[in-house]
């Protein structure tokens, strides 16, 4: 079974920095391509970056400059580093793994990041992320 288990969040203050981990196993993430997802409540979920099969990335307007979405094939960790982050960033991030995203080519053209979670057929248990003021 494909199984991502997501790990880093924890509490911060505004401006701080965390980085988020996905490890995954039952495939490899050279075959897959990968995102993160975050929903706060009361809101629908959103994607925040992504990454393809080769390497290309794109993420969010909303997290450009401030998050930078990364993956080691070699390990099969997909990270997210995410530096002055600001109480908006408060959400339960998720990690997702899928196929029919590569076929979006369109996601890591440099736009906003935002795919349909359709898109992915995998998915973490969620890290709580929390920024305070």
């Known amino acids: 079974d494909v199984q991502l288990v997501e790990s880093g969040g924890g509490s911060v203050q505004s401006g701080g920095s965390l980085r988020l981990s996905c490890a995954a196993s039952g495939y490899t993430y050279s075959t897959y391509c990968m995102a993160w997802f975050r929903q706060a409540p009361g809101k629908e979920r959103e994607g925040v970056g992504g990454?393809?099969?080769?390497?290309?990335?794109n993420v969010a307007d909303s997290v450009k400059g401030r998050f930078t979405i990364s993956k080691d094939i070699a390990k099969n960790t997909l990270s997210l580093e995410m530096n002055n982050l600001k109480p908006d960033d408060t959400a339960v991030y998720f990690c997702?793994?899928?196929?029919?995203?590569?076929?979006?080519?369109?996601?890591?053209?440099?736009?906003?990041?935002?795919?349909?979670?359709?898109?992915?057929?995998?998915w973490g248990q969620g890290t709580q992320v929390t920024v305070s003021s």
């Open positions: 997702a793994a899928g196929v029919a995203a590569c076929r979006r080519s369109s996601l890591y053209s440099g736009g906003d990041f935002q795919p349909r979670p359709e898109l992915y057929m995998y």
């Open positions: 990454i393809d099969s080769d390497g290309t990335s």
